[in-house]
């Protein structure tokens, strides 16, 4: 059984930026597709990077390249998610997600809430304009 908890969330305006953490907890495999979701009222939970902790591997939504940067501190065994140039759009609850995996989580299957059976409670970025 794997717990995560996010943090690091928060009101801003835009144009700012923000980091979220993810510590994982009770991690019992050698490697998992780790990822960050977001979820704004009213819609699906979308899936917006990933990251391979076998190897470092990352992947990104198209829709966040360029402003989202994930990665991991395998020390403190926390994921972070680097958030710059906060748009209003970018409102919404941001969950963390993990699976054991031996690959390298790349492909938009790994954007999937399906892919993912551990989650955290999530944290809340409000962006005003």
């Known amino acids: 059984q794997v717990q995560l908890v996010e943090s690091g969330g928060g009101s801003v305006q835009a144009g700012g930026s923000l980091r979220l953490s993810c510590a994982a907890f009770?991690?019992?495999?050698?490697?998992?597709?780790m990822a960050w979701f977001r979820q704004a009222p009213g819609k699906e939970r979308e899936g917006v990077a990933v990251?391979?902790?076998?190897?470092?591997?990352?992947y990104y939504a198209d829709s966040v390249k360029g402003r989202f940067t994930i990665s991991r501190d395998s020390a403190k065994n926390t994921l972070y998610l680097q958030i710059d140039s906060l748009k209003p759009e970018d409102t919404a609850m941001y969950y963390c997600?993990?699976?054991?995996?031996?690959?390298?989580?790349?492909?938009?299957?790994?954007?999937?809430?399906?892919?993912?059976?551990?989650w955290g409670q999530g944290t809340q970025v409000t962006v005003s304009s």
């Open positions: 997600a993990a699976r054991p995996s031996g690959g390298y989580c790349t492909g938009s299957y790994w954007l999937s809430p399906v892919s993912y059976n551990f």
């Open positions: 009770g991690s019992a495999y050698s490697s998992y597709c």
């Open positions: 990251f391979f902790t076998g190897g470092s591997n990352t």
